[in-house]
């Protein structure tokens, strides 16, 4: 069974860099074909993907935010590791990580199963 | 990037249909994926690739397209239905782009 839990501070202040950690069971980034995703929803508000790791290393980063962004994966522990650099009050939001679906097509993925998510603020 | 568009809010009456569309440039040439989102609860996908349904989503949920279009339709609305659906697709980039999203209200 797949799950996926979230972690990192919930507080940060404006400037500063976030970690957030997505631990994961039930797959492994050593397979081909899987990858995990970040997605962050601020409150109130819609969803907005953020960065995708796949088994091979392949990266993609939303380019509205791909300066800030950078997603790594640590096979031997089962996780995903995204950091977001300069944070600021509207970084603010629940940030998620989820299983990526595809049938094969790779760049045509939906998300199956996501973590609880974490709620970041920023704030001095 | 591209974007997608989703009607803000739908409201209907218990039993009644219920149609959410989901509108983009790039729609014919990619999946479609939606997701229900209760209040203080993470996403669900309720539909994969536009028109097939995860185990364990009720029969009454179901997906079509038509063009630039896709559409999740909710036949005989329960109460539990109410929620925040979202379309999700993404572009030949590799680039996911979610809808705004519409709340559902069961009247």
């Known amino acids: 069974q797949i799950s996926l839990k979230e972690s990192g501070p919930t507080l940060v202040k404006p400037t500063q860099t976030l970690t957030l950690t997505c631990t994961f069971s039930g797959f492994s980034l050593r397979t081909s074909g899987v990858g995990v995703g970040w997605i962050r929803q601020p409150p109130g508000e819609a969803l907005e993907w953020l960065a995708l790791?796949?088994?091979?290393?392949?990266?993609r980063y939303s380019p509205s935010l791909k300066s800030r962004l950078t997603i790594t994966k640590d096979t031997s522990k089962n996780q995903v590791v995204l950091t977001v650099t300069n944070m600021d009050p509207v970084d603010t939001a629940t940030y998620y990580c989820?299983?990526?679906?595809?049938?094969?097509?790779?760049?045509?993925?939906?998300?199956?199963?996501w973590g609880q998510g974490t709620m970041v603020t920023v704030s001095s | 990037s591209y974007g997608l568009t989703q009607p803000p809010s739908v409201s209907v009456s218990p039993g009644q249909t219920a149609r959410i569309t989901c509108s983009g440039d790039?729609?014919?040439?990619?999946?479609t994926y939606w997701y229900q989102q209760k209040p203080g609860q993470a996403p669900v996908v309720v539909m994969y690739?536009?028109?097939e349904r995860p185990s364990g989503i009720p029969e009454r949920f179901s997906g079509s397209s038509s063009g630039t279009t896709v559409t999740l339709t909710i036949s005989g609305v329960q109460a539990e239905d109410e929620a925040d659906y979202y379309c999700q697709s993404a572009d030949r980039s590799g680039t996911a782009v979610f809808g705004g999203g519409t709340k559902l209200t069961v009247l």
């Open positions: 790039a729609l014919p040439n990619q999946y």
């Open positions: 989820a299983h990526i679906f595809h049938d094969g097509h790779y760049l045509k993925y939906g998300f199956d199963i």
């Open positions: 690739k536009g028109s």
């Open positions: 790791v796949y088994w091979d290393d392949d990266k």
